[in-house]
T-cell receptor, first 116, second 114 residues
Framework: NAGVTQTPKFQVLKTGQSMTLQCAQDMNHNSMYWYRQDPGMGLRLIYYSASEGTTDKGEVPNGYNVSRLNKREFSLRLESAAPSQTSVYFC???????????????FGPGTRLLVL | AQSVTQLDSQVPVFEEAPVELRCNYSSSVSVYLFWYVQYPNQGLQLLLKYLSGSTLVKGINGFEAEFNKSQTSFHLRKPSVHISDTAEYFCAVSAVADTDKLIFGTGTRLQVFP
């Protein structure tokens, strides 16, 4: 099993450009998440999807959109990139079922984004 | 809402010495608690979690943590660290009723010296 995979690993954008970050998981998880990680701030939740067909805002959703394409894939789109969106982006997934003991989020390797 | 405070941004320690990474949380509802580790240029990996039951939780790589409800703490400990434990460690909390919203602390960088 590959777990959670993310593409691309690195990206440089100019202000105003758009891009989509891709995430896929092969663990048959129901829930998927997008976080950003900034120095000294830990990880902050951007959006999450509790199940296929549903998405909800997290702590810092402004400037982003998401799509839960199917159970495996959850993409994050920056429509008009800004320097404040320079960050490391992590996708994660979890079982999202009734058994709380299965509740662990599994993280991808991250996408490093620089917006000039 | 929940919040997490990691009291030390950096912890230097010599190899084979014990270490404690401190974590305090705030919440008006019951919570689940987690410790994650991030090695350089990698994603986060779960070290251990407290959901219920025994307040002493054992995780991978010889780490353990103790849930103290009265002090709202969940400190991470290891009796003897190795060079390979050098990494960033994140404490996280979620409400029992809303496990999708995981709130992370700002992280503690553990630097192990030979």
């Amino acid at each position: 099993n590959a777990g959670v995979t993310q593409t691309p690993k690195f990206q440089v954008l100019k202000t105003g450009q758009s891009m989509t970050l891709q995430c896929a998981q092969d663990m048959n998880h129901n829930s998927m998440y997008w976080y950003r990680q900034d120095p000294g701030m830990g990880l902050r939740l951007i959006y999450y999807s509790a199940s296929e067909g549903t998405t909800d805002k997290g702590e810092v959703p402004n400037g982003y959109n998401v799509s839960r394409l199917n159970k495996r894939e959850f993409s994050l789109r920056l429509e008009s990139a800004a320097p404040s969106q320079t960050s490391v982006y992590f996708c994660a997934s979890s079982y999202g079922g009734a058994d709380v003991f299965e509740e662990t989020q599994y993280f991808g390797p991250g996408t490093r984004l620089l917006v000039l | 809402a929940q919040s997490v405070t990691q009291l030390d941004s950096q912890v230097p320690v010599f190899e084979e010495a014990p270490v404690e990474l401190r974590c305090n949380y705030s919440s008006s509802v019951s919570v689940y608690l987690f410790w994650y580790v991030q090695y350089p240029n990698q994603g986060l990996q779960l070290l251990l979690k407290y959901l219920s039951g025994s307040t002493l939780v054992k995780g991978i790589n010889g780490f353990e943590a103790e849930f103290n409800k009265s002090q709202t703490s969940f400190h991470l400990r290891k009796p003897s660290v190795h060079i390979s434990d050098t990494a960033e460690y994140f404490c996280a909390v979620s409400a029992v009723a809303d496990t999708d919203k995981l709130i992370f602390g700002t992280g503690t960088r553990l630097q192990v010296f030979p």
